[in-house]
């Protein structure tokens, strides 16, 4: 008997059906997406935004960061899950596509919990380590080919037991396939030695969405 079961659509329906209902505004950022067209792959999985708000309750994560906001599908699952007095930074160079995550954040009355910058995620994070803030957990979505200075940047703004989660790490499941030699697929191979031999950190990869990398600092 296999030991990892092939999670098809229809077995995805099934844990849907068998997990508690996602928030409203969650639902209507999905929606929303839906009629983005390819764009819609930007967002994270439903799967992982269960497991994204499971490991922040399961932490007692308080402080938030996460690095590409898009329509803030993921913002607002992580800000649902911390509690009353907890507060999520979520980082992004695209003003227009903020609107629309700043306007869901408010509908789901979050817009206090809520802190979205806009402007490169570099300069963001540069501004943020001077204000001397560490973060509980801090989730990257962004551009894959700044994963491993994002990596830098992040590891000084966490404490000892934080987590630094990364999206996409798997790249559809082409990081092992030795005939596929393309740039993204070799950065994300790259960034996913890089992280196996940082000895800051243990991680574990998640086969969930699109992979999901997950580093707790030692
Ligand atoms: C994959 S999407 C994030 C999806 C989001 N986490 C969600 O689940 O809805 C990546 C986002 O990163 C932003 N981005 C890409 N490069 C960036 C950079 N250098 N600085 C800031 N944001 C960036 C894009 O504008 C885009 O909105």
Known sequence: MLKNI????????YIYNHTKPLHDVQKDILEHN???????????????????????????????LEIGTFTGFSALTMALALPD??????????????????????KANLETKIKAVIGPALDSLRKISQEEKKFDLIFIDADKGNYINYYKKC?????????????NVLWHGDVHKKTINNKQTKTMRD????IKNDNRIENFILPIGDGLTVCRKL
């Open 6 to 13: 092939e999670v098809t659509e229809d077995l995805l329906d």
């Open 34 to 64: 839906k009629k983005l067209g390819d764009l819609q792959r930007m967002q994270i999985a439903e799967t992982q935004a269960h497991f994204l708000q499971l490991i922040i309750k399961i932490q007692n994560v308080k402080n938030c």
């Open 85 to 106: 007095d907890g507060k999520l930074t979520t980082l992004d160079h695209d003003e227009k596509i903020c609107k629309i995550a700043k306007d869901f954040f408010k």
């Open 155 to 167: 590891i000084d703004l966490v404490n000892t037991g934080a987590l630094i989660i990364f999206d």
């Open 191 to 194: 960034f996913n030695e890089f």
